[in-house]
């Protein structure tokens, strides 16, 4: 299922190749997320031009609406939302970090308010593991239960308790026909529970895993942390998937660390803003300075929106609320997140990463500010 093609020698970097039922995934490589079954402003035919070779779903999501009633008499979700390639779905876990005031967590696993309309909803591991085998994702993930990152010790040790036990039932679960399962390991930036959590689900011998309970709300460099204790634990002959993650800058140096593959809803969520990242960080593309700047979002990026659009008309667009305007920006987003980590795969395979990823992050600045301000001294 997963092949491992090279390794670079002054870092943790990999490049394989994952294959699934429906379709064959180079790594590293960046997951757009569908939570309700489509990537916000993007259709198919736009993922599938910028290069996406799989897309992510979320299994609380779908199962409130449109329901699995619906899915089911489409077929699955694969045919619901016309998306040809791989799928990987989302448990349901991470709700149970973002959704903490409206669910109450029991030994079997968390009951839900919907945050619709208030009715009841139960998951646990067999309830996600159904849902998912309804969906027919190529990748289902186990129920895990993610804490925020600054909790006690004693909740800490608890959730990563649950993680396991949690996962040994989702493991026992019937599948999809050539559904996957990947093992999430929990653990904070707590060293000694991210082994023990890593080497129990090793134990289960799932078919990959995840490095869960990051980006939510801790530090960068906790976030890093994170990965850095769990990685040394996961069998190199498998996938590694770091969840919700995270800025192109952050996804390089990631790489670096050992991981194969990310998601992350910033694209499109800052589209909507009017803010673009580029290779050297972010700026706004409704900011003043762009009023008469005839430029694209970025110099040399080849997206469509950059292809055929201004900064100068993307702002219009935006300040007068058209959509197309963050659909653009959107488009934009995606296809760079994609380009980085298709020129990651082709800076491993040359044996250039080292300087690749030295270049990168020394051009990259985090704060919206300072390029702002680099963008106004033009």
């Not at 909740?155 to 989702?170: F, G, L, P, Q, S």
């Not at 292809?307 to 959107?330: D, P, Q």
Request: aromatic residues 8%; proline residues 5%; positive net charge.
């Amino acid at each position: 299922m997963f092949e491992l093609f090279k390794t670079d020698p002054h870092s943790r970097a990999r490049l394989g190749r994952l294959t699934t039922t429906r379709g064959i995934i180079d790594t590293p490589t960046f997951m757009p997320v569908g939570t309700q079954g489509s990537v916000k402003a993007l259709d198919p035919r736009e993922l599938l031009e910028m290069g996406t070779q799989i897309i992510l779903g979320n299994t609380y999501h779908l199962h409130i609406r449109p329901g699995l009633e619906i899915i089911s008499a489409a077929g699955d979700l694969h045919r619901f939302i016309n998306w040809p390639g791989p799928i990987l779905t989302d448990s349901g876990g991470f709700q149970v970090f973002s959704l903490a005031k409206i669910r109450k967590i029991k030994p079997h696993g968390v009951e839900f308010r919907s945050h619709l309309d208030g009715s009841l909803l139960f998951l646990g591991p067999k309830e996600a593991m159904h849902i998912q085998r309804v969906l027919a994702s190529d990748i289902a993930m186990v129920f895990d239960d993610c804490p925020p990152h600054d909790s006690a010790s004693r909740e800490m040790h608890a959730a990563v308790e649950r993680t396991i036990r949690w996962a040994r039932e989702c493991r026992e679960q019937p599948r999809a026909p050539g559904q996957m399962v990947f093992g999430i390991v929990q653990g904070g930036s707590n060293a000694a529970l991210r082994e023990e959590c890593a080497r129990q689900l090793v134990a289960m011998e799932f078919d990959g895993y995840a490095i869960g309970g990051v980006s939510v709300g801790e530090p960068e460099h906790e976030m890093m942390k994170a990965v850095e204790y769990t990685e040394p634990f996961l069998p190199a002959n498998q996938a590694r998937y770091a969840m919700g993650l995270g800025t192109p800058a952050q996804m390089v140096e990631l790489v670096a660390r050992g991981v194969d593959l990310f998601d992350c809803v910033l694209p499109t969520r800052v589209a909507r803003n009017g803010t673009a990242f580029t290779r050297q960080g972010t700026i706004s593309v409704k900011a003043g300075f762009n009023k008469s700047d005839f430029r694209p979002i970025e110099e040399g990026c080849e997206c469509y929106a950059c292809r055929h659009f201004t900064r100068a008309y993307l702002r219009h667009l935006l300040n007068v609320g058209e959509i197309l305007g963050l659909r653009m920006v959107s488009v934009h987003n995606s296809h760079l997140f994609l380009k980085v980590m298709a020129d990651v795969r082709a800076a491993l395979a040359a044996g250039t990463f080292a300087e690749f990823r030295r270049n990168f992050v020394a051009n990259y600045v985090p704060s919206r500010k300072v390029l702002l301000a680099r963008e106004e001294s033009r």
